[in-house]
């Protein structure tokens, strides 16, 4: 008689929370830890405390405050995108300052939240870096899509540059020539008329790229391939 094989009851999500405020802290642990698919392992109350966990434990994502003492939530996402690139990084703040989401998805956030997001949206956000993909509320993006052109020193949207062969450090990114240049074109704030007039394609078509270009990155809609496609450095205008 063979036997039935178990379901791993473990969680698939391995979390770490870094906050100064102590009752944030417990809050989050609390209401995470009802999740069935999250583990709370670890809550800090500072980035230097952050890195020593994640050192000693790595997790799959990463929950940090912008403004701690100290380390802030900046610097620390900068070393962890520095030490641990594949390690998930949530940042969740009370400040909405258009400033500090340019500065932490520079620094390699995949999601920005400010702590009066709905229970949904922050679950959301948190499984979709787990599973690699990026969060952004879409009133953010434009703005975001202007600081990068503006660091760049672009004074209006330049034509997409062709994209760098080797995609987040590898080589056997999934997108073909044609949806590289699409993604070129969302990355620059562009909708789906303007990319079909820009390419010489009808909206379907695009519409149709759009749809395998979210596939094969495994995100949801064009805000996620978006950050995704400036975490990595795809494009040249979209720097570091």
């Known amino acids: 008689m063979s036997e039935v094989p178990v379901s791993d009851p473990r969680p698939n999500i391995r979390l ?104 949904a949206e922050l679950l959301q956000a948190l499984r979709l870096v787990a599973r690699g993909g990026a969060y952004l509320p879409s009133t953010k993006l434009g703005k975001l899509m202007q600081q990068f052109r503006k660091d760049a020193g672009a004074p209006a949207p330049p034509p997409p540059a062709p994209p760098s062969p080797a995609v987040g450090g590898r080589t056997d990114h999934p997108l073909s020539r044609r949806e590289m240049d699409v993604l070129a074109h969302v990355v620059r704030g562009l909708s789906n008329k303007q990319i079909a007039r820009e390419l010489s ?22 805000t996620q391939a978006a950050i995704l496609a400036l975490n990595s450095g795809w494009f040249p205008m979209a720097p570091r």
């Open 16 to 119: 770490m929370i870094a906050d100064d405020h102590q009752l944030v802290r417990e809050g989050l642990t609390r209401l995470l830890g009802m999740e069935a698919d999250i583990q709370v392992t670890s809550s800090v109350a500072s980035g230097e405390e952050l890195l020593e966990a994640v050192r000693n434990d790595l997790p799959d994502v990463v929950l940090v405050d912008v403004r701690m003492p100290g380390m802030g939530g900046i610097a620390t996402v900068r070393e962890i995108s520095a030490r641990w690139p594949q390690l998930g990084v949530v940042l969740l703040t009370m400040h909405d300052e258009d400033e500090y989401v340019f500065q932490g998805i520079s620094a390699g956030a995949r999601a920005y939240l400010v702590k009066d997001c709905s229970h």
């Open 201 to 222: 394609i009808d909206e379907t078509t695009v519409k149709t790229h759009l749809h395998r270009i979210f596939e094969k990155l495994r995100v949801s809609d064009r």
